[in-house]
């Protein structure tokens, strides 16, 4: 019996059961354009899982737009040890995705046999979004994982990531944890009148990664002395910024920064103190 075989539905079609509740936990692991020759080409795979424990993988494939065009296999080998390295090798689970649908094996230790994985789903826009409950490959809290086209002979096409490294994926319910690095202001020395840039980098303490561009939400609040000065914030490169304009009439005055950052439910703040010259 065939493993967990679903249609591949048309773009933009969804699944019944396939939509869970809002990630929170979002990663999008980036694999070079253009290496695979004629082949699907693997662009990026983002990582998501919900509340609930449900991973939604979405594998981008820009120049197979619609599943009937991927002539191709795509596999998504898969380790549930928590503890394991994450170089690539025999995984004990892999999807296997064509024009027809997908299918679910099991390594047995000689060969990779069908398993049923009664959560999984699928959809294909651009390439295929695969969601499954994370108990049905019995993954824990963390899981390696590549991904590879092959072509009917078996022969690897394109891998991501290249080399001998996997991916690794840190599953996360409920908000990410995160910290900030030192706060600091450009000038060093904030002068009355004049502007003032603040940063503040933030970077995930499970997987050790930035935060993406979007998604993220920077407050920006100061004081010189009394008087409270509002700043305007943004997020780039994994680096929190603020910028403010210092009261003419504040030389001398006590300057307190302090930037509050956003994502997903998890709240990070950082301050720096300075006397105004």
């Given at each position: 019996?065939?493993?967990?075989?679903?249609?591949?539905?048309?773009?933009?079609?969804?699944?019944?059961?396939?939509?869970?509740?809002?990630?929170?936990?979002?990663?999008?692991?980036?694999?070079?354009?253009?290496?695979?020759?004629?082949?699907?080409?693997?662009?990026?795979?983002?990582?998501?899982?919900?509340?609930?424990?449900?991973?939604?993988?979405?594998?981008?494939?820009?120049?197979?737009?619609?599943?009937?065009?991927?002539?191709?296999?795509?596999?998504?080998?898969i380790n549930n040890d928590p503890g394991a390295s994450n170089s690539k090798g025999p995984y004990p689970y892999?999807?296997?995705?064509?024009?027809?649908?997908?299918?679910?094996?099991?390594?047995?230790?000689?060969?990779?046999?069908?398993f049923d994985a009664p959560s999984l789903r699928a959809t294909y826009s651009g390439g295929p979004t695969i969601?499954?409950?994370?108990?049905?490959?019995?993954?824990?809290?963390?899981?390696?994982?590549?991904?590879?086209?092959?072509?009917?002979?078996?022969?690897?096409?394109?891998?991501?990531?290249?080399?001998?490294?996997?991916?690794?994926?840190?599953?996360?319910?409920?908000?990410?944890?995160?910290?900030?690095?030192?706060?600091?202001?450009?000038?060093?020395?904030?002068?009355?009148?004049?502007?003032?840039?603040?940063?503040?980098?933030?970077?995930?303490?499970?997987?050790?990664?930035?935060?993406?561009?979007?998604?993220?939400?920077?407050?920006?609040?100061?004081?010189?002395?009394?008087?409270?000065?509002?700043?305007?914030?943004?997020?780039?490169?994994?680096?929190?910024?603020?910028?403010?304009?210092?009261?003419?009439?504040?030389?001398?005055?006590?300057?307190?920064?302090?930037?509050?950052?956003?994502?997903?439910?998890?709240?990070?703040?950082?301050?720096?103190?300075?006397?105004?010259?």
């Amino acid at each position: 019996m065939i493993g967990s075989l679903l249609p591949l539905l048309l773009a933009l079609v969804a699944v019944p059961g396939a939509a869970g509740r809002a990630g929170s936990n979002t990663v999008t692991f980036i694999d070079p354009t253009g290496d695979s020759g004629t082949a699907a080409d693997i662009t990026a795979v983002e990582v998501s899982n919900d509340d609930n424990g449900v991973i939604t993988l979405k594998v981008s494939l820009p120049n197979r737009p619609a599943p009937e065009q991927l002539r191709d296999v795509l596999v998504i080998a898969i380790n549930n040890d928590p503890g394991a390295s994450n170089s690539k090798g025999p995984y004990p689970y892999a999807v296997f995705a064509f024009s027809q649908g997908v299918q679910t094996m099991r390594f047995d230790g000689s060969r990779f046999v069908p398993f049923d994985a009664p959560s999984l789903r699928a959809t294909y826009s651009g390439g295929p979004t695969i969601t499954f409950n994370r108990g049905d490959f019995g993954i824990s809290s963390r899981f390696a994982f590549f991904a590879q086209i092959r072509d009917q002979s078996a022969k690897v096409q394109d891998d991501a990531p290249d080399g001998s490294a996997a991916y690794t994926y840190v599953v996360t319910i409920g908000p990410p944890p995160l910290a900030a690095a030192a706060v600091t202001m450009t000038p060093r020395v904030p002068v009355h009148g004049k502007a003032i840039s603040v940063r503040m980098p933030v970077t995930r303490t499970d997987n050790g990664t930035a935060l993406p561009d979007v998604g993220v939400t920077v407050r920006c609040m100061a004081r010189a002395g009394k008087k409270r000065i509002t700043g305007s914030g943004s997020y780039t490169g994994g680096v929190a910024r603020c910028t403010f304009r210092l009261p003419k009439a504040s030389r001398g005055k006590l300057l307190r920064v302090t930037l509050t950052v956003t994502y997903q439910g998890a709240t990070i703040s950082g301050s720096f103190p300075s006397r105004i010259r």
